[in-house]
């Protein structure tokens, strides 16, 4: 489900459930987090790269299992509660203070995108995909759309993207920023590993420093942002829409949102 590899003083985390594009469910999100919990304590490590198995990056989250999670009651789906915090499998991402890598070999969309947007620098194959995809199943994005993004890509783009939930390919992610380099897909994993190399020969005691200093200069706080996500979620998981949204995926159809 989750690979953790250390090699070099680099950290390879690699989403392994290809067979639902590496779609996040609870077990996939907390083996996340400890990867990063890991990362984060261990002198060994100096920079992470994160990538997934198979044709995808991240699906985002598991619809089945958790959007439409059967009722312990009843045999009725229903939605997820939220937590009164950031996701921690988000936080645990932003705490690590070693440079991340996200290698994006396909596509990246709801918190696939937020994962790759957690990253300090996002490197993407020709194959990559990219899309906030959180308002067609009538909810907001985490903290890496609503917090992360428009300090990437500035603001008007970043609300063009959250509110469409349009999908961009790898040559406009570069173009408006959201990647640093586009590369080849079978050289994607090489061109990772080549940042990371540069990274993990530095310093890292002035490197953890210099990650914390960007972390200081982002305005906003990720913890106000994801009290806010908390409270529109305790909400937004509650309504029809949410539910039409999330049905009308497993069902492959166009939904139908009424506003209820």
Same mark, same amino acid.
């Given at each position: 489900?989750?690979?953790?590899?250390?090699?070099?003083?680099?950290?390879?985390?690699?989403? *392994?459930?290809?067979?639902?594009?590496?779609?996040?469910?609870?077990?996939?999100?907390?083996?996340?987090?400890?990867?990063?919990?890991?990362?984060?304590?261990?002198?060994?490590?100096?920079?992470?790269?994160?990538?997934?198995?198979? #044709?995808?990056? &991240?699906? %985002?989250?598991?619809?089945?299992?958790?959007?439409?999670?059967?009722?312990?009651?009843? #045999?009725?789906?229903?939605?997820?509660?939220?937590?009164?915090?950031?996701?921690?499998?988000?936080?645990?991402?932003?705490? &690590? *203070?070693?440079?991340?890598?996200?290698?994006?070999?396909?596509?990246?969309?709801?918190?696939?995108?937020?994962?790759?947007? /957690? &990253?300090?620098?996002?490197?993407? #194959?020709?194959?990559?995909? /990219? %899309?906030?995809?959180? !308002?067609?199943? @009538?909810?907001?994005?985490?903290? %890496? @759309?609503?917090?992360?993004?428009?300090?990437?890509?500035?603001? #008007?783009?970043?609300?063009?993207?959250?509110?469409?939930?349009? !999908?961009?390919?790898?040559?406009?992610?570069?173009?408006?920023?959201?990647?640093?380099?586009?590369?080849?897909?079978?050289?994607?994993?090489?061109?990772?590993?080549?940042?990371?190399?540069?990274?993990?020969?530095?310093?890292?005691?002035?490197?953890?420093?210099?990650?914390?200093?960007?972390?200081?200069?982002?305005?906003? *706080?990720?913890?106000?942002?994801?009290?806010?996500?908390?409270?529109?979620?305790?909400?937004?998981?509650?309504?029809?829409?949410?539910?039409?949204?999330?049905?009308?995926?497993?069902?492959?159809?166009?939904?139908?949102?009424?506003?209820?």
């Amino acid at each position: 489900m989750l690979q953790y590899d250390v090699s070099d003083y680099i950290a390879t985390v690699t989403l *392994d459930r290809p067979e639902v594009k590496n779609a996040l469910n609870r077990e996939l999100y907390a083996l996340l987090e400890q990867a990063f919990r890991d990362a984060h304590r261990d002198p060994g490590v100096r920079c992470v790269i994160v990538t997934g198995a198979g #044709s995808a990056f &991240c699906s %985002g989250d598991d619809v089945k299992e958790i959007m439409l999670a059967p009722s312990a009651e009843t #045999s009725a789906t229903r939605p997820r509660e939220p937590k009164p915090r950031p996701t921690p499998a988000a936080m645990a991402i932003l705490d &690590c *203070d070693k440079p991340v890598i996200a290698a994006v070999n396909g596509a990246a969309v709801g918190w696939g995108m937020d994962l790759t947007l /957690f &990253c300090d620098i996002r490197i993407a #194959s020709v194959r990559a995909r /990219f %899309g906030e995809l959180f !308002i067609k199943r @009538g909810l907001v994005s985490d903290i %890496g @759309g609503l917090w992360r993004l428009p300090q990437i890509v500035g603001p #008007s783009k970043a609300a063009e993207l959250l509110f469409t939930g349009d !999908i961009i390919d790898a040559a406009e992610a570069e173009r408006i920023g959201l990647v640093s380099r586009v590369v080849p897909h079978e050289e994607l994993m090489a061109a990772a590993m080549e940042v990371a190399r540069k990274i993990a020969a530095n310093p890292p005691i002035a490197m953890r420093f210099m990650k914390q200093g960007l972390r200081m200069a982002a305005p906003g *706080d990720p913890q106000e942002s994801g009290a806010y996500v908390f409270n529109a979620l305790a909400y937004l998981f509650t309504t029809e829409d949410h539910r039409e949204g999330a049905l009308s995926f497993v069902e492959k159809r166009e939904p139908v949102f009424k506003g209820c």
